[in-house]
């Protein structure tokens, strides 16, 4: 099951159920099936707090990704600041619900086992990421 939940900011405007086809089209990709899921949308002063809690951390992120996967099912706690998400978009000029959910999908790529830490991993993720935003448009175009 795939949950969206905001903590101190208003919940987003995104099509859940569209949204949670689209996450099990990508993990399928990956050969994954998505589990258990959960999206907790909040703000700049709450991604720092976990960041400081659970990572040690002291700096504003776009989203922290608890991986609790399980063979080939991936499960996990994805929390997005939707601030910095409005300042990437702005920074970037991306319409704000296309780094949303660029964001989105971001965090089931690293439940995917696609990490973008190390020497060249950042552009196999935009590339990842970018092919998800594709698959994406492709969804909506056939409704």
């Known amino acids: ?27 399928a990709t990956y050969g994954r099936k998505a589990g258990e899921i959960g999206y907790m949308f909040v703000d700049d002063a709450k991604i720092l707090e976990v960041n400081n809690q659970y990572l040690g951390h002291d700096y504003y992120t776009d989203i922290i990704t608890f991986d609790y996967n399980d063979g080939d099912t991936i499960n996990g706690d994805l929390v997005i600041s939707l601030d910095t998400v409005h300042s990437n978009a702005e920074k970037f000029n991306k319409k704000y619900e296309e780094e949303l ?3 989105i999908i971001h965090g089931i790529l690293h439940l995917c086992g696609i990490n973008d830490k190390g020497p060249g ?16 448009r492709s969804l909506q175009e056939k409704k």
Do not use: C, F, Q
């Open 121 to 136: 991993e950042r552009e196999i993720m935009e590339a990842n990421e970018n092919k998800a935003l594709a698959l994406l």
């Open 101 to 103: 959910h660029r964001v």
């Open 1 to 27: 099951m795939i949950s969206y939940n905001a903590d101190g900011v208003s919940m987003p405007k995104i099509k859940k159920r569209e949204t949670t086809a689209w996450i099990k089209a990508v993990a």
